[in-house]
């Protein structure tokens, strides 16, 4: 069964940069696009990014664009998510999920298997 594992939360200053990684077992990522999701605190779940199957393409939302990059690696069955530039307001936990397939989409119920998540803290 595939367990993914995100990993590389913390605390870190305004401005400063942290680097998620999303780990995948017990099967490989290749067949999978993936997304990276974020909760706040007393917020809905948002979907801030994803890449497609083979890596070829990305999307962002608005409110993380142009600070965040999402990558993989399939030979290492590992997902990652770059943030940098970051704000208070990007505090959350952040979930990796895998979807079936080559193509992204935006609903979390078409997504087949998610993380236990990983805090992100923004503060000074």
């Known amino acids: 069964q595939l367990q993914l594992v995100e990993s590389g939360g913390g605390l870190v200053q305004p401005g400063g940069s942290l680097r998620l990684s999303c780990a995948a077992s017990g099967i490989t990522l290749d067949y999978y696009a993936i997304g990276w999701f974020r909760q706040a605190p007393g917020k809905e779940r948002e979907r801030i990014s994803c890449?497609?199957?083979?890596?070829?393409?990305?999307n962002y939302a608005d409110s993380v664009q142009g600070r965040f990059t999402i990558s993989r690696d399939n030979a290492k069955n590992t997902v990652y998510l770059q943030m940098n530039s970051l704000e208070p307001e990007d505090t959350a936990v952040y979930y990796c999920?895998?979807?079936?397939?080559?193509?992204?989409?935006?609903?979390?119920?078409?997504?087949?298997?998610w993380g236990q998540g990983t805090q992100g803290t923004v503060s000074s």
């Open positions: 890449i497609t199957s083979s890596g070829r393409n990305t």
């Open positions: 999920a895998a979807r079936g397939g080559v193509w992204c989409d935006y609903a979390e119920v078409r997504y087949d298997y």
